[in-house]
């Protein structure tokens, strides 16, 4: 446990390396927690929920450490974003690692699966990740690893008691499962017990659907 009592991270050698080479190109990341996002977007009239391990310590308890803060918002409300963050946030579009600033000259983003940074200026670290979630025809919510899995927002999303809205765990872990990554097997363990049958179910025939031979799969039918 570190001194937050949050335990540590599980990582392999590779994905250190990783992130060492990715640090080196793109620059250091001092990432906002839940609590401070909230703040920074209090008054931000549009829907928005963290995602990731930040997702499920929150669903389920379980403490560890964090690389960074993800949140999400449909991507139909980047301009509103970019709107609202101007003059205290530099927002950057990050299309499969090609970035570029959003503001008056780029309003919004061409690749609504694409992702936000967020910093202060050229001498600050990135401080938030946002993979943006393409909306459906008639402007829900989509699931980007799940064909046709089109909802509302708050069947999705849960609000937890700091007032701060979450993806519900089971899409969270959905959307972990693809990576296959050592920090995300206690994220798996934390949320099991925890999950009512029926989301339990749904996530067992979602990865069936999107990873047969995953390896997940037989946990979930134990």
């Known amino acids: 446990m570190d001194s937050a009592g949050r335990a540590p ?7 250190v ?6 640090f080196s190109v793109y620059g250091p990341w001092a990432p906002l927690t839940p609590a401070e996002v ?17 997702a499920i310590e929150a669903a ?5 450490e964090h690389e960074d803060t993800d949140i999400s918002l449909l991507s139909s409300d980047v301009p509103a ?16 690692g090609v970035l570029h600033p959003l503001g008056e000259r780029w309003t919004d ?4 699966d694409s992702q936000l940074w ?15 979630t393409p909306v459906s025809a008639d402007g829900r919510w989509t699931n980007k690893r799940v064909a046709g899995h089109v909802a509302e927002i708050d069947e999705v999303t849960w609000v937890a008691a700091d007032g701060i809205r979450y993806l519900r765990p089971e899409i969270v872990l959905a959307y972990k499962a693809r990576l296959r990554r050592p920090k995300d097997e206690p994220d798996l363990e934390a949320t099991l017990p925890v999950l009512p049958r029926g ?24």
């Open 9 to 15: 991270l599980v990582r392999t050698q590779d994905e």
């Open 199 to 222: 989301r339990l179910a749904w996530l067992s025939t979602t990865l069936r659907e999107i990873d047969p031979g995953h390896p997940w799969i037989s946990r979930l039918q134990s």
């Open 38 to 54: 909230a703040r920074e977007l209090a008054g931000f009239d549009r829907p928005w929920w963290v995602v990731g391990g930040w």
């Open 81 to 96: 974003l970019v709107e609202f963050l101007a003059g205290r946030w530099h927002v950057w579009n990050n299309v499969d």
């Open 109 to 112: 983003v061409d690749e609504p």
């Open 118 to 132: 967020l910093r202060r200026d050229a001498s600050s670290p990135w401080v938030l990740d946002i993979p943006l």
């Open 17 to 22: 390396a990783a992130d060492e080479e990715f």
């Open 60 to 64: 389920t308890g379980y403490r560890r």
